[in-house]
């Protein structure tokens, strides 16, 4: 055989054992030979010697560990890409070119890095959730009255994770290659006030009491269930007050029965009828402490359980009566429903000076009669005849004042002006003829 021929032979028997491993000899990734293999068999052994997505990585804060793994951040080694770079020079170019890039891998080693990588975003989030779940918010101290003593409890100190500390430190664990662990960076959250404060806010700021009729059942649950729900209402220092969302919504999930209301100016029932004496009651409790009123409207019609201008109507989603703590410590509503009279009082740091004295007055400024009666014609009552179904109510406008007696001087403070609608008397007048005898047979009874 002459050397040509020869040299073909060899040429061919290269090219040929090319094509079967895929991967030329000499090949390794991270150190791994995995050359003159198929593709399959090289990742299968890179799998198996290299892989680190069962490294743990160890969170740790306060007394409490979680163990993460590599792979749920997603890390490995990018064998796919180091693959794609030991079969590269086996793709490209006709047949002679492969042939003698096959000739030079024959007797040249290439090695190749496999890329370490991880899903940031997926670091991002994990380190999210375990902020979240370990957080705790702080918790202030809580005062009420039980058996007619003042009981405060504890505070609660809250803690926060610095999220993205926490996510910069996982990264940079799985960028070791090798487990490890992370202590999270702890923010610890001080309640703004302390048992002290507290215990400084026992003092009776100011009080008011209303008449309520036992006899009317529907009212008195309502009135029982509603003071029941406003009892113990802690505001601290800055906050505003919803009477309404205290009151929670007038279902009879939530204990509240059908009773008299005013609707749209003129008498009415509805679910929780006759709540608006709580929100009256403490309207007046709160002018008496003189804590801030920052929301008020007086009911359409003049209420016979309250002096006129002393009222605060409540319509659930659109009429309110909102308290602001406009002092420097807590104040606590005490609600007692009992013997027929409902009573609230306000507590709180007395900051006042004493021998300071509160009155109220509401001032009549203007009257305003019905529009005439409202007719209603009944056709079973005996024409001539009429009867009174209800008495109307005089409209009015009033203004309340705060007189202040202080060290000897006297101060007027105007509080509010408010407007009562009239409402017309309600008479019934017969139409029956009196010569009809059917007429009066059909009458209902």
């Known amino acids: 055989m002459n050397r040509l021929l020869l040299a073909c032979v060899m040429l061919a028997s290269l090219a040929v054992a090319s094509a079967d491993a895929q991967i030329p000899p000499k090949v390794f990734v991270d150190g791994v030979n995995i050359g003159g ?4 068999d090289a990742a299968d052994l890179l799998k198996s010697e290299i892989s680190i997505a069962d490294e743990d990585i160890i969170v740790i804060f306060a007394d409490t560990e979680i163990a993460l793994k590599f792979r749920d951040f997603g890390a490995d080694y990018d064998i796919g890409a180091a ?17 003698c890039r096959s ?7 290439h090695r190749i890095d496999a890329e370490f990588i991880y899903d940031a975003d997926r670091v991002a989030q994990i380190a999210q959730k375990i902020s979240d779940d370990a957080s705790i918010s702080a918790k202030e101290p809580t005062y ?21 500390a926490l996510a910069l430190d996982i990264a940079a664990v799985l960028q070791t290659r090798e487990g490890g662990k992370v202590t999270a960076k702890i923010t610890e959250i001080h309640p703004k006030y302390t048992t002290a404060d507290f215990e400084a806010a026992c003092d009776l700021l100011g009080s008011f009491q209303t008449p309520f ?11 029982a269930v509603a003071s029941a729900f406003l009892d ?3 505001i601290l220092p800055g906050e505003t007050f919803s ?7 007038r279902t009879t999930e939530n204990g509240y029965v059908t009773a008299g209301q005013i609707f749209n100016g003129e008498p009415d029932a509805g679910i929780g009828g006759g709540i608006c004496q709580i929100s009256s009651t403490l309207y007046m409790a709160a002018l008496h402490a003189e804590i801030a009123v920052t929301q008020r409207t007086n009911h359409s019609l003049m209420v016979g359980y309250m002096e006129p201008a002393t009222d605060a109507a409540l319509a659930e989603g659109y009429i309110d009566l909102v308290l602001e703590n406009n002092t420097k410590h807590p104040i606590l509503i005490q609600s007692i429903f009992e013997n027929g009279r409902y009573t609230i009082n306000i507590f709180g740091h007395e900051s006042r000076q004493p021998g300071r004295l509160i009155t109220f007055e509401s001032v009549l400024l203007e009257t305003r009669l019905p529009d005439g009666d409202k007719i209603i014609e009944d056709p079973f009552l005996p024409a001539g005849i ?15 004042y705060k007189i202040v007696t202080e060290n000897g001087a006297t101060q007027r403070v105007k509080i509010n002006t408010s407007n009562y609608q009239p409402l017309q008397r309600v008479v019934r007048v017969g139409s029956a003829d009196l010569t009809n005898q059917e007429d009066l047979t059909n009458a209902p009874e």
């Open 37 to 40: 293999m198929t593709r399959d």
């Open 83 to 99: 693959l794609d770079e030991a079969t590269e020079s086996g793709d490209d170019g006709g047949f002679f070119a492969k042939l």
């Open 103 to 109: 000739l030079s891998a024959k007797f040249k080693t």
């Open 144 to 164: 009420a009255i039980a058996h007619d003593s003042f009981v405060i409890s504890e505070g609660r100190i809250g803690r926060k994770i610095d999220t993205q």
């Open 213 to 223: 009729n036992p006899h009317m059942p529907e009212r008195t649950t309502n009135i």
């Open 232 to 234: 113990g209402q802690v």
């Open 243 to 249: 009477t309404s969302t205290a009151l929670r919504p």
């Open 386 to 400: 009429s009867q009174i179904v209800s008495e109307g109510i005089m409209g009015a406008k009033y203004e309340l």
